[in-house]
């Protein structure tokens, strides 16, 4: 069992930066693939960011690519998910996901944390 902790979300201004981080208790963080997920008032849930479980690999949609970064720590059982250059659009409550290397959806979800970015 995997449980998760977003912390950093917050109020910022267009053209701001955040930082989100997620804390993973469990002993089997260092094998799940990590990710971050956010859903904004009256739209679907839109995928952001993924890691593997070495970090060598990621994924980002052309939404956030090139403005949003995902890594992890896996001594420190922690993601992070570094924002620059936010937009008003990608006000949302970010939440962050993980599953098992051997699994293909994502079986555990934190309880989310809210961006707001104003213009």
């Known amino acids: 069992q995997v449980q998760l902790a977003e912390s950093g979300g917050g109020l910022v201004q267009a053209g701001g930066s955040l930082r989100l981080s997620c804390v993973a208790s469990?002993?089997?963080?260092?094998?799940?693939?990590m990710g971050w997920f956010r859903q904004a008032p009256g739209k679907e849930r839109e995928y952001v960011a993924a890691?593997?479980?070495?970090?060598?690999?990621?994924y980002y949609p052309d939404s956030v690519k090139g403005r949003f970064t995902i890594s992890r720590d896996s001594a420190k059982n922690t993601v992070h998910l570094q924002m620059n250059s936010l937009k008003p659009e990608d006000t949302a409550v970010y939440f962050c996901?993980?599953?098992?290397?051997?699994?293909?959806?994502?079986?555990?979800w934190g309880q989310g944390t809210q961006v707001t970015v104003s213009s």
């Open positions: 996901v993980a599953h098992s290397a051997d699994r293909d959806s994502w079986d555990y």
């Open positions: 469990g002993r089997a963080f260092s094998t799940y693939v």
């Open positions: 890691i593997n479980w070495s970090g060598g690999s990621t």
